[in-house]
């Protein structure tokens, strides 16, 4: 058995210790934290989630609800900590954070096989590594892996939204129920009449945000700030994170617009604002978000904030099996790899341990088909146009051969693939 680095302690990173441990190699896992902190993190534990309590959708007929059941195959410790952690979230997987974080932590200290080294990484060795750092990774590993990849590095902002008490919340107002009437009824939703409505976004569009610098301002499609979407136009919220539809108690005075909150932890006592990642001041979220119908006194214990997320140019500078092509005792996973969420993360760390594995022993790497949802990503992020690269959910638009009229036929045969190749990685 071999000796490997793993830089970095999150979803990607603890993935893919555990694999090799779990394989009897002797894993070195280097966290900066809490020696280090982040702008973001809150805590020294291991996979701590910082933009959402949510791992979205665990249906099959949703890309990431699919990857998510890949990984239960592939033994994801993601998934198994998720599992005894949930909180219900209707089709969604939402997870009580800190509960997550511990149970993760605390299975990656107890292995034999992995040594925890306090150490904030600014240069590689030779020995193998995989790098799973992710949007916060340091300037001097920036400037680092900058020296080994040329000027391609490439650096954007997400953003995450507040969390409020439960009890804070007018019940008087806002009330209990899921979109489509999907049984559980685990979202409490604030709704808007028209005017309440257009009253809110006149003053959003017009709030303070914190100033930014130029290279701040890329934002990821996918996870806009509040205050961005709705300055794309009055209406565009309500065609998105306000969207009312499937959610009227009375079908004959529907509201104008919706505001959902989700469950943050095991308890139940703090709850989220979906879609609500903002990079407005304090005591302009405070001030607008209490505009809100039903959230007039709201508590809030973390207010939204913005953070760096770095990523490099993968198909520029990564092969297939996630090496860099320059220097291929290194490995690249999760978001710094450029996907982009937290199972998508993860799922590359299982990867990246898989290859790591197959390296160490003398192999040729195997990756999993493209007609699975985590194959489909590794693809896209080693062969997409470097021009346009841009960070990548898992989505069906990049499932080889998928088709809306046989999605039952899709995903069947991307579980079938991943257990066909789990076997044949671990036999």
């Known amino acids: 058995m071999g000796k490997i680095n793993v830089v970095g302690a999150g ?7 555990f694999y090799l441990a779990n394989k009897g190699h002797e894993v070195h896992l280097f966290e900066k934290r809490p020696q280090v902190m982040t702008p973001a993190h809150q805590s020294g534990l ?4 910082v933009c959402s309590n949510s791992l979205k959708s665990n249906r ?10 890949e990984m239960r195959i592939m033994n994801s410790l993601t ?3 998720a599992a005894l952690s949930s909180v219900p979230s209707g089709n969604a997987l939402s997870v009580d954070r800190e509960l997550f974080a511990k149970i993760i932590t605390e299975k990656i200290r107890q292995n034999k096989h992995i040594l925890i080294v306090s150490e904030d990484v600014k240069t590689f060795s030779e020995e193998l590594t995989i790098v799973t750092t992710g949007p916060l990774t340091s300037d001097a590993l920036v400037d680092e892996l900058v020296t080994i990849i040329g000027p391609n590095a490439l650096s954007f902002y997400d953003a995450s939204a507040p969390i409020l008490t439960k009890e804070s919340i007018n019940f008087d107002v806002a009330y209990f129920k899921s979109r489509y009437e999907q049984g559980d009824n685990s979202y409490i939703n604030c ?6 409505y257009y009253q809110f976004i006149e003053q959003l569009v017009n709030a303070k945000t914190v100033v930014l610098h130029e290279f701040e301002s890329n934002y990821f499609e996918g996870c806009l700030p509040i205050e961005v979407l709705a300055k794309r136009g009055a209406d565009t919220l309500r065609y998105g994170p306000l969207k009312p539809k499937g959610l009227a108690l009375d079908r004959s005075n529907p509201p104008y617009a919706v505001a959902q909150l989700r469950q943050d932890n095991l308890i139940g006592s703090l709850y989220n604002i979906v879609g609500f990642q903002t990079n407005l001041a ?8 209490r505009m809100i119908p039903g959230l007039e006194k709201a508590e809030f214990l973390r207010f939204g904030l913005m953070h760096r997320n770095t990523y490099i140019n993968s198909p520029l500078v990564l092969d297939e099996n996630l090496t860099l092509k320059n220097k291929n005792n ?4 999760g978001q710094l790899s450029g996907v982009e969420g937290y199972v998508e993360s993860a799922a590359t760390g299982i990867i990246a341990g898989i290859v790591a594995h197959q390296i160490l022993n003398n192999k040729n790497s195997k990756l999993p088909p493209t007609s699975t949802m985590i194959g489909s990503l590794v ?6 146009n470097p021009e346009t690269f841009t960070p990548m959910n898992a989505n069906f638009g990049i499932l080889e051969n998928a088709n809306k009229r046989h999605r039952d036929i899709d995903i069947s045969n991307s579980l079938e693939a991943i257990k066909k190749y789990w076997e044949d990685v671990n036999e």
Not at 11 to 17: I, M, N, Q, S, T
Not at 61 to 66: I, P, V
Not at 379 to 384: E, H, Q, V
């Open 11 to 17: 979803l990607a990173g603890v993935e893919a210790a």
């Open 46 to 49: 291991f996979a701590e989630l």
């Open 60 to 69: 099959l007929d949703n890309a990431c609800g699919l990857l998510k059941e």
């Open 79 to 81: 998934m198994e900590a």
């Open 191 to 196: 709704p808007f009449n028209k005017d309440e």
């Open 282 to 289: 304090y005591s302009e979220q405070e001030r607008l978000f």
């Open 330 to 333: 290194i490995i690249v996973a």
């Open 379 to 384: 693809r896209y992020i080693t062969k997409a």
